[in-house]
Nanobody
Framework: QVQLVESGGGLVQAGGSLRLSCAAS????????MGWFRQPPGKEREFVAT????????YYTDSVKGRFTISRDNARNTVYLQMNSLKPEDTAVYYC???????????????WGQGTQVTVST
């Protein structure tokens, strides 16, 4: 069994920053990739970023490139999402997830956290 616990969400003004954390437990993640997804109000869940657990290669959706940075601490089994220059359209519930693949589709991810709310005000 795998457990993922997100933290760090909250309310921030446009232009501000937040750092999300996702702590993983239950098994080793040396061969697993970690991803962040988000679900805006009334919309479907969408890919945000992913990182290869071993090599650290990163991939982002176009709307967050240059503003968000995904990173990981293998020793702590934790992945982070640093979010800068936040915009109201970044408002969503943010989820972390694990996958044996480098993927941008949610169906490739097999374990999910409970989500953390990020609200960006104007």
């Amino acid at each position: 069994q795998v457990q993922l616990v997100e933290s760090g969400g909250g309310l921030v003004q446009a232009g501000g920053s937040l750092r999300l954390s996702c702590a993983a437990s239950g098994r080793t993640f040396n061969n697993y990739n970690m991803g962040w997804f988000r679900q805006p109000p009334g919309k479907e869940r969408e890919f945000v970023a992913t990182i290869r657990w071993s090599a650290g290669n990163t991939y982002y959706t176009d709307s967050v490139k240059g503003r968000f940075t995904i990173s990981r601490d293998n020793a702590r089994n934790t992945v982070y999402l640093q979010m800068n220059s936040l915009k109201p359209e970044d408002t969503a519930v943010y989820y972390c997830a694990t996958s044996p693949f480098v993927a941008t589709t949610s169906s490739a991810y097999n374990y999910w956290g409970q989500g953390t709310q990020v609200t960006v005000s104007t």
